[in-house]
């Protein structure tokens, strides 16, 4: 059982609803589907005057962030999940170093420049893991009425490391973070390792990025947390360019990264992202294996994805 997601004629986001209201709603042909995962349903009539305000929990990481998602009135979690980060931003970035180098002395043989900067900007792969958690906000945007982003920062200590005062990329990321969080109309609240800790500890949750996330957002002796009605989704922001080596980029209908549903003679019926298109079959990335292979003819294609992947 999950919570669907509702939107009207005009694309405004509303409550969220019980699964089996929407499956009523989709037999009597008062709505359609809009998306997949997370499950969308889009009313076809126009409202009004939406009712229902989100308040969303960041437990920002290097490597991984996780997301809680909190109904302002109810204090019921209606999305939590989280997502994976790219870290391959910098060997790509020394990688088109490189190439830009070997160019220059192979055609031209100009010497290097060292007065054509732009000035100071933000690292790239933390430029890149930033912008991830801004899109997976715009994506949650279009199907919640969020008003409040409260992110977990943390203190650097610049007497000990003595780096100066913005030398400090964790800093700088945040800070970033903070401006374009309020540049989307979103109120942006901080909060800190300690107080999520006691919080969490509190709640009885263990330590993981999805519950972080979620005692962010809940408030010191609201209990029980409810979750029942949530899945945990892992996220994962796909990539707008790809290699130009690759060879095959669609077969049989199915596309990289598509949602598939798949008929196994073992697993029964499998639910994944394509990874890999080859001769005889495809292969999935699933909960329990990231490179499960079934055939085409007992696929079925349930969801093309855009910049983001969601699974469960």
Same mark, same amino acid.
């Not at 979103?186 to 509190?202: H, N, P, W």
């Given at each position: 059982? $999950?919570?669907?997601?509702?939107?009207?004629?005009?694309?405004?986001?509303?409550?969220?609803?019980?699964?089996?209201?929407?499956? &009523?709603?989709?037999?009597?042909?008062?709505?359609?589907?809009?998306?997949?995962?997370?499950?969308?349903?889009?009313?076809?009539? &126009?409202?009004?005057?939406?009712?229902?305000?989100?308040?969303?929990?960041?437990?920002?990481?290097?490597?991984?962030?996780?997301?809680?998602? =909190?109904?302002? &009135?109810?204090?019921?979690?209606?999305?939590?999940?989280?997502?994976?980060?790219?870290?391959?931003?910098?060997?790509?970035?020394?990688?088109?170093? @490189?190439? #830009?180098?070997?160019?220059?002395?192979?055609?031209?043989?100009?010497?290097? !420049?060292? $007065? @054509? !900067?732009?000035?100071?900007? %933000?690292?790239?792969?933390?430029?890149?893991? =930033?912008?991830?958690? %801004?899109?997976?906000?715009?994506?949650?945007?279009?199907?919640?009425?969020?008003?409040?982003?409260?992110?977990?920062?943390? +203190?650097? $200590?610049?007497?000990?490391?003595?780096?100066? =005062?913005?030398?400090?990329?964790?800093?700088?990321?945040? =800070?970033?973070? +903070?401006?374009?969080?309020?540049?989307?109309?979103?109120?942006?609240?901080?909060?800190?390792?300690?107080?999520?800790?006691?919080? #969490?500890?509190?709640?009885?949750?263990?330590?993981?990025?999805?519950?972080?996330?979620?005692?962010?957002?809940?408030?010191?002796?609201?209990?029980?947390?409810?979750?029942?009605?949530?899945?945990?989704? $892992?996220?994962?922001?796909?990539?707008? +360019?790809?290699?130009?080596?690759?060879?095959?980029?669609? +077969?049989?209908?199915?596309?990289?990264?598509?949602?598939?549903?798949?008929?196994?003679?073992? !697993?029964?019926?499998?639910?994944?992202?394509? !990874?890999?298109?080859?001769?005889?079959?495809?292969?999935?990335?699933?909960?329990?294996?990231?490179?499960?292979?079934?055939?085409?003819? &007992?696929?079925?294609?349930?969801? #093309?994805?855009?910049?983001?992947?969601?699974?469960?």
């Amino acid at each position: 059982m $999950n919570t669907v997601f509702v939107i009207d004629a005009e694309g405004k986001p509303l409550l969220p609803t019980h699964p089996a209201r929407s499956r &009523k709603l989709l037999r009597n042909g008062r709505a359609t589907v809009e998306q997949v995962v997370p499950f969308t349903i889009r009313l076809k009539r &126009k409202v009004e005057n939406p009712v229902g305000s989100f308040v969303v929990g960041v437990d920002d990481g290097t490597k991984h962030v996780g997301i809680a998602v =909190k109904n302002e &009135k109810t204090d019921e979690i209606v999305f939590r999940g989280q997502m994976d980060l790219r870290q391959d931003v910098h060997l790509k970035m020394e990688r088109r170093r @490189n190439f #830009r180098r070997a160019r220059r002395f192979r055609l031209r043989n100009r010497q290097p !420049r060292f $007065n @054509n !900067r732009i000035g100071a900007k %933000l690292v790239p792969s933390v430029k890149c893991r =930033k912008d991830s958690i %801004l899109r997976l906000l715009a994506d949650l945007g279009k199907r919640l009425n969020i008003v409040e982003v409260i992110v977990e920062e943390v +203190k650097f $200590n610049h007497a000990k490391h003595r780096y100066g =005062k913005w030398f400090s990329l964790v800093e700088i990321g945040k =800070k970033y973070l +903070k401006n374009q969080i309020e540049k989307m109309g979103y109120l942006y609240t901080a909060t800190f390792g300690y107080s999520t800790k006691s919080v #969490r500890e509190m709640a009885g949750l263990m330590k993981t990025h999805i519950n972080d996330a979620i005692a962010i957002v809940i408030k010191c002796g609201m209990m029980p947390i409810i979750v029942s009605h949530c899945l945990e989704y $892992n996220i994962k922001p796909r990539r707008t +360019k790809t290699s130009s080596k690759r060879i095959c980029t669609e +077969k049989n209908g199915f596309r990289h990264y598509d949602l598939v549903r798949a008929s196994h003679g073992t !697993r029964g019926t499998v639910i994944g992202s394509v !990874r890999s298109l080859k001769k005889t079959g495809l292969t999935l990335r699933t909960s329990w294996n990231d490179n499960f292979e079934v055939s085409y003819r &007992k696929s079925v294609l349930l969801q #093309r994805f855009g910049g983001l992947i969601y699974s469960w």
